[in-house]
């Protein structure tokens, strides 16, 4: 129930952001040149911010037609209520006037095609690398110490990872962008394609076989147990974010 009362708080403290929110809208055009617009104060404001702003406002709005939600989070006190859908209703305005710039829509389609993107060639690298694990004992005994029943539990990690990144490879179209990506991050960089660690992942996970690193066993016992945290990590920096806004 705690939780619940920091994700209320959180809810309210990102319409407050969105109504208040003003500086500068920086917008990227095609030549790379930012063009500045100014809102009223000296903070920049980016299309992808304004993305992003708009998203979270959808999910309040989306939360807001959820009377049993309201309800439970607010353990049915009637000025919280109000409150909620006071600013509910300013999210809807604000979202509503947003939404009818079909070419910020558009911007923001991009934006949103690219993260997504992004986090599926994420996934498929995580995924590569407990696959990895499955088949190095030395890691998996030095992760979880010895503990049979860990292992156990490790291994079938490793093989479900395995089972899930043999899906995504066999989207060839999804294979080939995530190497493109690579490819474009290393030429950023000025390093040769497939030559970073992001580029030989990428490129392993494209080809199904393990990245031979230096200390693998321990490489791979770090990477897998930072895959194994990621699953808690948006949970845990969301408690800690509504916890500092209660302590404003």
Known sequence: MQLTNLFFTFLLATAVAAKGKNGTHTHEGGDGHKDGHKHGGDKAITDKSLCREMAQLSHLVKVASNETKIAEMTKNNATKIAQFKTKAAEATTKLTTMQSNATFMNVCNVIGAEQSLKAECKKMRSLQKLKTLAGNETAIT????????????????????????????????????????ADAKNQ??????????????????????????????????????????????FISTAIVVAAGILML
Do not use: I, R, Y
């Open 142 to 181: 030095a992760m979880t110490k010895g503990n049979a029943t860990k292992a156990a539990s490790l291994k079938a990690k490793a093989a479900e990872a395995s089972t899930n990144l043999d899906k995504m490879m066999a989207n060839a179209t999804l294979v080939e962008a995530c190497k493109s990506q």
């Open 188 to 233: 950023k960089s000025g390093a040769t394609p497939g030559a970073s660690p992001a580029g030989a992942q990428a490129a392993a996970a494209a080809s199904g076989s393990p990245t031979p690193t230096p200390s693998a066993a321990a490489a791979a016992a770090n990477s897998a147990g930072l895959v194994l945290m990621a699953n808690t990590g």
